[in-house]
């Protein structure tokens, strides 16, 4: 009954900049306890990005910490991830998940996830 659709992946050059998008139907984002991006690059497991809570607090893990930035618009009922200063390995699947508790930044939390939206960096 929840979807998440992710958008906005693509080839942007290494020091760029992107904004994905995950727009959720069947439930509100604001129902959820938390709202996140995880990515998986091809040599990678799937690791967590960043989340907000339904008070708009926001948590950031990984290397992307500190060039990357997660919002969301109630309105829209969409979520959005800014990444900035690209690296090559960025590279990878970037998935929206939405969850309804526990920890925030372990993927075990997560009940509901996008199809995932590709990401590639070039050097």
């Known amino acids: 009954q929840v979807q998440l659709v992710e958008s906005g992946g693509g080839l942007v050059p290494a020091g760029g900049s992107v904004q994905l998008s995950c727009s959720c139907s069947?439930?509100?984002?604001?129902?959820?306890?938390?709202m996140a991006w995880f990515r998986q690059g091809p040599v990678n497991e799937r690791e967590f990005v960043a989340a907000i809570s339904r008070t708009d607090g926001t948590w950031y893990e990984g290397p992307t910490k500190g060039r990357a930035t997660i919002a969301r618009d109630n309105a829209k009922n969409t979520v959005y991830l800014n990444m900035f200063r690209l690296k090559p390995e960025d590279t990878a699947v970037y998935y929206c998940a939405a969850s309804s508790g526990g920890y925030i930044s372990d993927q075990r939390s997560y009940n509901n996830w996008g199809q995932g939206t590709q990401v590639t960096v070039s050097s």
């Open positions: 069947g439930r509100h984002i604001s129902a959820f306890e938390f």
